[in-house]
């Protein structure tokens, strides 16, 4: 029989982790491989942790095992042994407890099998070439539904029913009830709508220039190579293509086109060398300021989707249908997938990253306002050195106690800078804006305040509350994952297009 490798992730539940390994140990008799890592201080996404560890195996079989877990005599030689013999991509055994039904229960005398649609995720053994078929976990899910959204992609999955693994369930977790529930209402809400996600259609995203701003550009990468997981045939290119590139989009056909611009002018220059495409075409337009060009596209694109919702401010919804037919809706920038927070030296105190200038009323006097509080601030002045700052944003965001964002007070905008604040494992310091209820929770996800006095007073709070401090952090982080990606901006911009619901997937 096949050697396996046993991975069992620990998340600071000692009780249950020791009587997990040393059951491991005792009633494991065939050739294995253990591997324990602890992921309580880093956090990591357990998509792409187990991607890693997947990855790095040498053996044609991995064993996903729960820490709350406990194994039973002659376990893992039965799970290899029925996947050897059914050619099964991947095998559970039974349990006392989990969410599958057919797999709670007594553990039958002799051999028997069952050939299923799903599997919970407690004990898993995979098969390593069947992970690599499917490209591995999507690395965006959050706590829940990772597991179930890769054997989704899986085709032969069986229970052995002579098997028994104790399982506790949700033992790590419970621990921290004031997440618990909301991390698997996020999880679920994720897997259900990937679930009714029609992967096999192709969709071409067009980017107007490459590196500005980075994490955006970054996030259409991320985007092109999670949906290729699902096996989207998923086309990314430059607004800068050739006029041969262009004439191959065309014979390719998408069912949906998406251009993510903070460039009008180059959508311009866009038009009058592109041929028209037969599918629903989408402007996800990345600024407030769209200017005097706009008009150049009103009747390039079916849908525009616009990063704030305010209709009166001069760039508002209602300039945009004086010059447009299009259908008009709400879709805020979103940021990257970043799937580990940083738990290491915080160097700065607060830090504010952006131009500080005031252009035209437009970034309402952020110089004035943050003198008198004294952070770290890095101008962001010019295209180029904006965009080497932004590259190494993440790093600087994660080394702050606390990072600012002020942006102007549209409705529903809030800028590109927040959500890369949450992404990276900041904690955002925010001044309040119309809308902000509506995607965050103040105190739970972010700080909010309206003036100085409020700015003053978080400032004070949070630099002597470390542990409410760190709490919101993780918080924030987790629902920008989750809810707030450039990936799930994409989707939801083709699931609109293509009719196939008409929400904004990011509300609370």
């Not at 000692?14 to 309580?40: P, W």
């Not at 991320?222 to 989207?232: C, I, Y």
């Not at 700052?389 to 927040?418: A, F, I």
């Not at 003036?451 to 949070?462: T, V």
């Amino acid at each position: 029989m096949s050697s396996a490798e046993i991975v069992v992730v620990k998340y600071n539940n000692r009780i249950f982790e020791e009587i997990c390994i040393a059951a491991v140990g005792r009633f494991t008799s065939k050739e294995h491989k253990l591997t324990v890592i602890d992921n309580f201080e880093p956090d990591r996404n357990l998509g792409a942790l187990w991607n890693d560890l997947i990855e790095a195996s040498e053996k044609k079989y991995v064993c996903l095992l729960n820490s709350d877990t406990e194994v039973t005599e002659g376990w893992l030689d039965r799970l290899c042994e029925a996947a050897d013999k059914t050619g099964a991509d991947a095998v559970g055994p039974m349990t006392n407890k989990c969410g599958i039904a057919f797999q709670v229960g007594q553990a039958t005398p002799e051999y028997q099998m069952y050939r299923c649609k799903t599997l919970s995720g407690f004990c898993l053994l995979l098969r390593k070439e069947a992970w690599e078929r499917v490209k591995g976990f999507r690395e965006d899910f959050s706590f829940y539904g990772q597991e179930s959204n890769m054997l989704d992609r899986l085709e032969k999955l069986y229970v052995r029913k002579d098997v028994f693994v104790k399982h506790v369930g949700a033992a790590s977790i419970s621990l921290y009830p004031d997440r618990q529930a909301e991390d698997k209402a996020l999880g679920l809400e994720q897997y259900h709508r990937n679930r009714k996600f029609d992967f096999s259609k192709r969709l071409l995203v067009i980017g107007s220039y490459p590196g500005n701003p980075f994490p955006l550009w970054r996030g259409i990468e991320q985007a092109q190579t999670e949906l290729t997981r699902e096996g989207m045939d998923f086309r990314y290119v430059s607004i800068d293509a050739s006029d041969d590139e262009k004439s191959e989009l065309i014979d390719w056909n998408p069912h949906c086109v998406i251009l993510v611009s903070t460039h009008i002018g180059k959508i311009a220059v866009w038009k009058k060398t592109m041929p028209e495409f037969k599918c629903p075409t989408c402007l996800w337009w990345n600024d407030l300021r769209p200017g005097s060009a706009k008009t150049a596209i009103q009747k390039m694109f079916h849908h525009i989707f616009l990063c704030y919702e305010d209709s009166k401010f001069p760039y508002g919804w209602e300039a945009w249908r004086r010059s447009t037919k299009s259908d008009i809706r709400y879709m805020p920038q979103g940021s990257v997938i970043h799937p580990q927070l940083y738990n290491g030296e915080r160097l700065w105190h607060s830090l504010f990253i952006g131009n500080v200038m005031n252009l035209n009323g437009y970034h309402d006097d952020r110089w004035k306002f943050l003198e008198k509080f004294s952070p770290t601030v890095i101008n962001e002045c010019g295209r180029n050195r904006r965009a080497a700052v932004e590259k190494k944003s993440g790093k600087l965001y994660r080394q702050s106690m606390l990072c600012w964002v002020l942006s102007p007070p549209v409705t529903g905008y809030n800028s590109l800078r927040l959500y890369n604040v949450l992404a990276y494992g900041g904690l955002a310091l925010v001044k309040t804006f119309p809308g902000l209820d509506r995607l965050f929770r103040d105190r739970q996800h972010l700080i909010v305040f309206d003036g100085a006095h409020q700015a003053e007073e978080a400032l004070r709070k949070y630099a002597s509350s470390l542990y409410e401090a760190e709490k919101i952090r993780k918080a924030g982080w987790r629902r920008q994952q989750v809810k707030h990606t450039v990936l799930y901006r994409l989707q939801n911009i083709m699931s609109n297009a293509l009719g196939w619901d008409d929400d904004f997937w990011g509300w609370l």
